[in-house]
């Protein structure tokens, strides 16, 4: 499986932002799969955005971006898509989409779980 990440970008503080992950190959159990967002800031650890799992829909949130931040999925286009609002300075990073295409054995939050990741796209946000 390989990821194509897409939609970043520089914006205003306050502005929206979609991210766009497109899952190409086979390999990829829909009944069992999670796809997530991280995002990296410079200096700082890879950090949890959000999660989804594709058989149900069910979503998952990082703290810093809940009620702010939408994750949600495409079955027909195989996407995963991050829908960022009132964005702020603290939400500049580099994100990155990841899968795991077999399903996690733990928590969808760690980067462990997942075993195929996207090249990443650059977000930044001017105050």
């Known amino acids: 499986v390989q990821l194509q990440a897409s939609g970043g970008g520089s914006v205003q503080a306050g502005d929206s932002l979609r991210l766009s992950c497109e899952v190409f190959?086979?390999?990829?159990?829909?009944?069992?799969?999670?796809m997530g967002w991280f995002r990296q800031a410079p200096g700082k650890e890879r950090e949890f955005v959000a999660a989804i799992m594709w058989s149900d829909g069910t979503t998952y949130y990082g703290d810093s971006v809940k009620g702010r931040f939408t994750i949600s999925r495409d079955n027909a286009k195989l996407t995963a898509d991050l829908q960022m609002n009132r964005l702020t300075h603290e939400d500049t990073a580099v994100y990155f989409c990841a899968a795991a295409t077999r399903g996690p054995s733990g928590t969808v939050r760690h980067p462990s779980q997942y075993n195929s990741w996207g090249q990443g796209t650059l977000v930044t946000v001017s105050s």
């Open positions: 190959g086979r390999n990829f159990n829909r009944y069992r799969a999670a």
